[in-house]
């Protein structure tokens, strides 16, 4: 299977990691920002296309699929121009900043018939796994999810310290995870709320907030973000269910007295990246709809929208 990777900066390069590891895959093209940067990416990992321009890649004859792994601005017209080019797309998180942009992205990819999924890697995280089987067994239920996302960003960088060439943001990006992740493990979100804290005057983003949201389960979930968080970075989960409580860091899990959970035959690996990858590629392969979709996750997204019309007294 032949794939161009859109995206060279620090994210780019975990899906260029996963992809090694997957049998029957070859990346033709890197597409990057500025071409000198993509062509070091492309020569690092034995890629022997590096282009600025997309176009370029969706034209290289057997193409068969693209991960957009690029600043979030760009994600849904990118994601468009691949549907259009009769290319399967898996599109980082988030689908969109705009739930109109989202809503466009499912229509086009219902049109196509195309796989078309978004890296919601929360649901492939072993942890989040493991709490999903449990739920699907019947063996819990959720009654509270608290989740904290914090970060240390008082400056445009990216997760490998270096300049941004675009702006990250709290709500169409960090929090669409947990947005998703609680309706995926706590049943569909009946009922959102929003706050969030004063506009940074370069950025022009909330360095902080929080949200609140309720299943039609009658689960509940907090969830506070911030840029502002100089200590402990990522993000962190605790779980509250009906027969006990458990504590999430990415792909690693703990009970409620902090002993790590044996997390053994839940996945074939234990990187969320790879294996949101792996379903990629399956389910191109078998001609079926991935886990996490865009059509699995638009509610996420509406969702989003409802929040960002609160947050601006609309």
């Not at 032949?2 to 620090?10: D, P, V």
């Not at 109109?100 to 049109?111: C, G, K, P």
Request: glycine share 8%; with cysteine; aromatic share 6%.
């Amino acid at each position: 299977m032949k794939i161009a990777l859109a995206g060279a900066g620090a994210f780019g390069e975990k899906h260029l990691d996963a992809l090694k590891l997957i049998d029957g895959v070859e990346v033709v093209s890197v597409v990057g920002r500025t071409l000198e940067a993509t062509q070091k990416v492309a020569y690092k990992y034995g890629i022997g296309h590096a282009t600025t321009e997309l176009d370029q890649a969706l034209a290289i004859p057997g193409l068969d699929a693209v991960i957009l792994a690029t600043p979030t601005q760009l994600h849904a017209a990118q994601a468009l121009a691949c549907l259009n080019a009769g290319k399967h797309v898996q599109v980082e998180i988030p689908l969109a900043d705009s739930l109109a942009d989202a809503e466009a992205v499912a229509a086009r990819a219902a049109e196509t018939g195309l796989v078309a999924m978004v890296g919601h890697t929360r649901r492939f995280n072993p942890s989040h796994q493991w709490v999903h089987n449990r739920i699907r067994a019947g063996e819990l239920n959720i009654q509270q999810m608290d989740v904290q996302t914090y970060f240390f960003r008082r400056r445009n960088i990216n997760a490998k310290g270096e300049p941004r060439s675009w702006t990250d943001h709290l709500l169409w990006h960090h929090a669409a995870h947990t947005v998703d992740l609680f309706a995926y493990q706590a049943g569909p979100i009946v009922e959102a709320h929003a706050m969030q804290g004063p506009i940074h005057p370069e950025l022009g983003i909330a360095m902080d907030m929080s949200i609140q949201l309720k299943a039609e389960s009658g689960a509940i979930c907090t969830l506070s973000l911030s840029f502002n968080n100089d200590g402990p970075l990522g993000t962190f989960f605790r779980y509250i269910g009906d027969t006990g409580t458990w504590l999430a860091r990415y792909d690693d899990l703990f009970n409620g007295k902090d002993e790590p959970v044996d997390l053994t035959g839940v996945a074939v690996s234990s990187n969320g990246i790879e294996l949101q990858d792996r379903e990629f590629i399956a389910a191109i392969r078998e001609g079926r709809e991935p886990n996490a979709s865009v059509a699995q996750v638009l509610p996420c997204y509406r969702v989003l929208g409802a929040l960002e019309r609160q947050l601006a007294g609309r």
